[in-house]
């Protein structure tokens, strides 16, 4: 992990339970880092929310990323589906692609959120 880059406070810990997904835009106004934070069979993980067939945010309303059933994240725009775990596309135009991960952790009570390697 490359310690200079950016680590933000995203989310408190007890507003994430399993199988819940969380939006959050930290950096600045003109050009943020917009990614989304869950729990998955009691594990933490943060993507950046972008799909990537298109670009376009996986979600149209306010923290609405799963599947009915809550067993993929979908994008809205063209029907993707992706692992919770793995971010991998299982179906729909971007097939076999994944989303961008994030290294996310645990302390005091809060979730943090650091920009990938590559921004």
Known sequence: MNDA????????VAELADGIAREFAVGDEVWPLKGFVLRSNDK???????CPHAGHA??????????PDGDYLRCMSHG??????TGLCVAGPCLHKALTSLS???????????APDSM
Not at 80 to 85: G, N, S, T, V, Y
């Open 58 to 67: 996986l979600n149209l309303d306010l923290d609405d990323f799963y599947t």
């Open 5 to 12: 880059l950016p680590e933000w406070d995203v989310i408190a």
């Open 104 to 114: 996310c952790r645990e302390e005091g009570g809060r979730i943090l959120v650091r």
């Open 80 to 85: 993707a589906l992706f692992e919770p775990d």
């Open 44 to 50: 933490l993980y943060a993507w950046l929310n972008r």
